[in-house]
């Protein structure tokens, strides 16, 4: 690592929301040549290429006193454990928060090979800011994991209504409701896969960026995650069997209704389209 090049070997994944990321992010916590903070998405270079809506004061206060005070002060962490918490806290609660901020918070603590960033909200950005965090990276790996447009949708509209407390309203609301909720732009934007496939190409060398589908893999996690490793070049590891079907974060299981399809047709199509414009032939069972 070089003052050019702060951010040392950086492995990204980018998203997208609701396809399988936090599932992924706990399966490659077991392996050793991995380095994860404890910060699963820290939203970084949202904010420095998108604004601070998400990662501000607010945030990283809130983050203190729901995740990272109840975690220290667990039965099962040790004056080891605690020491390198306070440490990194100490860099993460710091300022201002800019490019070296974001070194620091992601630095290597051992011999692992990557520092890992799971920040979903980056399919947001646009390509020369790929460019830019490439550049600034001695090896960057880039993963985007997509998901049936809409049973993402469905998904993310279900945790987005739960998470608000108002997931009751679905049983109430009529197909023109269903849809002007979705289309919200923090929902909508996140189902638009050839745009962000467009920007993540365009700022971005061939051989940084993957791109998966959680769909095809219901049957063959370890497929994707070993598919994964090689694309990192890391050690293939023994994941339990717990692990690798693990359900995370899973939305209620309240089904779609069946009027959800035709609202949305035409634009699954067009993303279609465009991913097959952009190179990415989506599955063949997508709507």
Not at 30 to 48: A, G, Q, T, V
Request: proline share 6%; glycine share 6%.
């Amino acid at each position: 690592m070089t003052d050019k090049t702060p951010f040392g070997n950086l492995f990204i994944n980018a998203g997208a929301m609701k396809a399988g990321t936090t599932w992924l992010y706990w399966v490659l916590r077991m392996n050793p040549d991995l380095y994860f903070s404890m910060e699963k998405e820290i939203h970084y270079f949202h904010r420095k290429y998108l604004g601070d809506a998400i990662l501000n004061d607010t945030h990283r206060l809130n983050q203190m006193r729901s995740i990272y005070t109840p975690h220290m002060c667990s039965a099962e962490t040790t004056i080891e454990d605690l020491r390198d918490q306070l440490v990194w806290l100490q860099h993460y609660m710091s300022d201002p928060m800019d490019d070296a901020w974001y070194a620091r918070v992601m630095r290597i603590s051992g011999k692992q090979m990557y520092a890992c960033d799971f920040s979903n909200l980056y399919s947001q950005l646009p390509g020369p800011a790929w460019a830019e965090i490439q550049a600034q990276c001695s090896k960057l790996r880039v993963l985007f994991v997509l998901r049936d447009p809409l049973c993402r949708l469905w998904s993310h509209m279900k945790f987005d209504l739960k998470f608000n407390g108002q997931l009751s309203l679905l049983a109430e609301w009529s197909p023109s409701q269903h849809e002007a909720y979705l289309r919200q732009p923090h929902i909508w934007e996140n189902a638009e896969y050839g745009q962000a496939i467009r920007r993540m190409k365009s700022g971005l060398s061939a051989d940084s960026v993957h791109f998966e589908f959680l769909d095809e893999q219901q049957g063959d996690t370890l497929g994707l995650i070993r598919r994964v490793e090689r694309f990192l070049g890391i050690r293939a590891q023994d994941y339990p069997e717990w692990v690798l079907g693990d359900k995370v974060n899973q939305s209620d299981p309240l089904p779609m209704p069946d009027f959800l399809p035709g609202l949305f047709r035409g634009d699954v199509d067009r993303i279609k389209d465009e991913m097959f414009n952009a190179g990415i032939e989506p599955p063949a069972d997508w709507l």
